[in-house]
């Protein structure tokens, strides 16, 4: 029950990975709520292709049992913050002092909110059972 929620666990996070970037940039008045939500768009698009490697990675693994796999992943999920670092310096066009900040506030503050909505379909799905 827990993992057929993650899609609507995702659909949530969204909304609030903008919310959190609105408050983190709230002192740049051209970025609206809707640049932020459209930011956190692209990059869940990022992560889902990611993901969709990652997976496809795992399972090749547990087939052939190669250690260069497992390599290859671990160097993948280095990609993925890279590319959000790269994306927030890109969009928001800040120097690399501030943007790595907001970049580890953000990610700190994004996997309280997981957590927090993690709970509470854990909870929910309980329910369901």
Same mark, same amino acid.
């Given at each position: 029950?827990?993992?057929h929620s993650l899609p609507q666990m995702l659909f949530i996070s969204l909304p609030l990975l903008?919310?959190?970037?609105?408050?983190? &940039?709230r002192r740049r008045k051209e970025f609206y709520y809707v640049n932020h939500a459209i930011f956190?768009?692209?990059? &869940?698009? %990022?992560?889902f292709i990611a993901m969709?490697?990652?997976?496809s990675l795992n399972e090749l693994?547990?087939?052939?049992?190669w250690g260069i796999l497992s390599f290859i992943a671990g160097i993948m999920y280095v990609v993925i913050f890279f590319y959000q670092y790269k994306a927030m310096r890109n969009f &928001?066009?800040?120097?690399? *002092?501030?943007t790595i900040t907001k970049f580890l506030l953000l990610n700190l503050m994004f996997l309280f909110v997981l957590l927090i909505v993690? *709970?509470?379909?854990?909870?929910?799905?309980? %329910?369901k059972i």
């Open positions: 029950t827990l993992l903008a919310l959190l970037l609105k408050l983190l &940039y956190s768009v692209h990059l &869940y698009i %990022f992560v969709l490697f990652l997976f693994n547990v087939g052939l049992h &928001y066009e800040q120097r690399r *002092a501030k993690f *709970a509470l379909f854990i909870f929910f799905s309980l %329910f």
